[in-house]
């Protein structure tokens, strides 16, 4: 069974009440599969691992965030103390929803032909995932904030 952090507070009547605070495995599992949602989403729209986004620097930022999406997923699952893998999780979400923002908004060096085009599903599939990783993630950094001051 996973392993649940588990909390006390005074009830109405004044008895200790045992709350059940969110299991730590299966956030961790959803934390890593956001994660690595992140990376399918960048090799779907880059065609395939073996292709480079033109221009160039995009398509390397493509390839740091495949990597660092799989390295974010291991760092969730695996890293003791648990904060560096939800940090690693805001960071990889962050960084691709402003770099999609900013390239259909204002436009990116070498690439001023998606100005506007805020139509793309692939771009939209991966707002909504990354937004979710960094909601999920700075919400499990709060918690453990929470937790630290509380002790």
């Known amino acids: 069974m996973a392993q649940q952090d588990t ?12 709350l059940n605070a969110v299991p730590v495995i299966p956030v961790r599992l959803v934390g890593a599969l956001l994660a690595l949602a992140v990376v399918t989403v ?5 065609g395939s691992v073996t292709a480079l986004t033109s221009p ?14 799989v390295l974010t997923a291991c ?5 003791r103390p648990a904060w560096l893998g939800w940090a690693a999780g805001v960071l990889l979400g962050t960084a691709p929803f402003l770099g ?8 990116v060096p070498g690439d001023h032909g ?22 999920l993630s700075i919400s499990m950094l709060l918690t453990m904030r929470h937790r630290l001051s509380r002790s």
């Open 7 to 18: 909390a006390r507070r005074v009830g109405m009547r004044g008895e200790n009440v045992r």
């Open 42 to 46: 960048h090799v779907a729209d880059q």
């Open 56 to 69: 160039h620097w995009i398509g390397w930022g493509y390839r740091l965030t495949e990597v660092g999406g």
């Open 75 to 79: 760092a969730i699952l695996l890293s």
């Open 100 to 107: 999609y923002i900013a390239s259909r908004s204002v436009g």
């Open 114 to 135: 998606d100005i506007g085009n805020w139509g793309y599903w692939v771009g939209t599939v991966s707002l909504f995932v990354e937004a979710a990783l960094v909601t």
